[in-house]
């Protein structure tokens, strides 16, 4: 069986989305959410879910390089928290510290939605023996 996975990179400003597949383990990047307020965040949310099916959400946790907590840690985990109550899926956090290593923005450019996909990538790569 095939199951549809959704990958968000969580920021204050903006959220990246990725999806990708148990079949192919490959994620790739959707869009980006800029929107301000919560309601609309999700109310976006909601119809990506509704358009794409997913068995399940994987939620980027940042930590300091340490592994040390900070504020978007604990704001990341809210956020997954929220969207396990708001749409019943099972939700999955995956380390990024190194994830946003990975991308190097141009000035002005927007990768929440590349670094969601490398977010998902992790998942599905730490999960690659489980389908």
Same mark, same amino acid.
């Not at 068995?55 to 928290?81: C, I, K, Q, W, Y």
């Not at 927007?110 to 977010?119: L, M, S, T, V």
């Given at each position: 069986?095939?199951?549809?996975? #959704?990958?968000?990179?969580?920021?204050?400003?903006?959220?990246?989305?990725?999806?990708?597949?148990?079949?192919?383990?490959?994620?790739?990047?959707?869009?980006?959410?800029?929107?301000?307020?919560?309601?609309?965040?999700?109310?976006?949310?909601?119809?990506?879910?509704?358009?794409?099916?997913? /068995?399940?959400?994987?939620?980027?946790?940042?930590?300091?390089?340490?592994?040390?907590?900070?504020?978007?840690?604990?704001?990341?985990?809210?956020?997954?928290?929220?969207?396990?109550?708001?749409?019943?899926?099972?939700?999955?956090?995956?380390?990024?510290? %190194?994830?946003? /290593?990975? #991308?190097?923005?141009?000035?002005?450019?927007?990768?929440?939605?590349?670094?969601?996909?490398?977010? #998902?990538?992790? %998942?599905?790569?730490?999960? /690659?023996?489980? %389908?």
């Amino acid at each position: 069986m095939v199951d549809i996975v #959704l990958g968000f990179d969580f920021g204050i400003k903006r959220i990246g989305i990725a999806m990708g597949n148990t079949l192919t383990g490959q994620a790739q990047p959707l869009r980006i959410i800029a929107a301000v307020d919560n309601a609309t965040r999700f109310r976006i949310i909601e119809e990506l879910i509704a358009e794409w099916q997913p /068995a399940r959400l994987v939620v980027g946790e940042p930590r300091h390089p340490d592994g040390a907590e900070h504020d978007m840690t604990l704001r990341s985990r809210r956020f997954a928290n929220q969207l396990h109550g708001r749409f019943n899926l099972p939700v999955e956090l995956v380390d990024e510290r %190194y994830s946003s /290593a990975v #991308l190097q923005a141009r000035r002005g450019e927007k990768i929440d939605d590349k670094a969601a996909a490398i977010i #998902l990538q992790q %998942y599905f790569d730490a999960h /690659a023996n489980n %389908y």
